[in-house]
């Protein structure tokens, strides 16, 4: 009886634990990848729309929508800042399901956009800090 009550507590705790997992805030590097996951969304946001990272560390923009946006991080294109030394960069479209990378190497503010849906509000910033 007492083994049996042990065992489905352990269970139940194993549970509760993958749900911790599961609604853990996205901001925090996923393990499969170990990038910093954004997902571009339904709503015309970057979801984290404002993070905080290091220098060298990876952010993957996944496109969990039903529609073509970019990551565009390129002022000649439109409202973007980037720290003076670094290079301006941009996805191409990215079909529902498609995703993206970059590494950062340059620490400073970074403000990038969706070259479709600027014009709504779709951006965001990503605070890139030194090693
Ligand atoms: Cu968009």
Redesign the pocket.
């Known amino acids: 009886m007492l083994r049996q009550w042990k065992r489905s507590w352990r269970s139940a705790a194993t549970v509760v634990a993958l749900i911790c997992a599961v609604s853990a805030p996205s901001l925090i590097a996923s393990a499969d990848t170990g990038a910093t996951v954004i997902n ?1 969304t339904d709503t ?1 946001e970057f979801e984290p729309h404002e993070v905080m990272i290091h220098a060298g560390d990876i952010v993957e923009w996944r496109n969990t ?1 039903r ?4 990551v565009t991080a390129d002022p000649t294109q439109g409202h973007a800042t980037l720290p003076p030394s670094a290079e301006s960069f941009s996805s191409q479209e990215l079909r529902p399901g498609a995703s993206f990378r970059h590494t950062f190497t340059v620490p400073g503010n970074y403000t990038y956009f ?5 014009g709504i509000g ?1 951006v965001a910033q990503i605070i890139v800090l030194a090693k």
């Open positions: 571009l015309f929508s529609f073509n946006h970019t969706c070259q479709p849906h600027e779709m």
